[in-house]
């Protein structure tokens, strides 16, 4: 999370022409608008845990791991840890890997 104060020594909301900024490397300010996307972004691209996906499907982990092992659920084995791509995962759900009727046939 920002500090609300800028690195240009002003305090937040005076003498810049953008309200809220937030500082993001010296010499640089940033709209709160614009520092909460951006994070959004890094955080959308970052990759997940099981229980990140396991928390983003509303499943429990054991699931992911049955569906890892199952069903093809893309995922990444780094170690010893399982990791997953979020977009990867939407396309999987997308194509049907989450359907019970598929799984059975």
Same mark, same amino acid.
């Given at each position: 999370?920002?500090?609300?104060?800028? $690195?240009?020594?002003?305090?937040?909301?005076?003498?810049? /022409?953008?309200? @809220? %900024?937030?500082?993001?490397?010296?010499? %640089?300010?940033?709209?709160?608008?614009?520092?909460?996307?951006? *994070? !959004?972004?890094?955080?959308? /691209? !970052? *990759? $997940?845990?099981?229980?990140?996906?396991?928390?983003?499907? =509303?499943?429990?982990?054991?699931?992911?791991? !049955?569906?890892?092992?199952? !069903? @093809?659920?893309? =995922?990444?084995?780094?170690?010893? $840890?399982?990791?997953?791509?979020?977009?990867?995962?939407?396309? *999987?759900?997308?194509? =049907?890997?989450? /359907?019970?009727?598929?799984?059975?046939?």
């Amino acid at each position: 999370m920002f500090v609300p104060v800028c $690195l240009d020594d002003e305090p937040v909301n005076q003498g810049h /022409d953008k309200p @809220n %900024h937030e500082p993001i490397e010296e010499g %640089h300010c940033e709209t709160t608008y614009e520092a909460k996307h951006k *994070w !959004r972004r890094m955080m959308e /691209d !970052r *990759w $997940l845990s099981v229980d990140d996906i396991a928390a983003y499907l =509303g499943i429990k982990r054991d699931t992911v791991y !049955r569906w890892t092992s199952e !069903r @093809n659920m893309p =995922g990444h084995k780094i170690g010893r $840890l399982w990791k997953f791509q979020k977009e990867e995962i939407d396309e *999987w759900v997308k194509s =049907g890997g989450a /359907d019970e009727k598929k799984a059975g046939q």
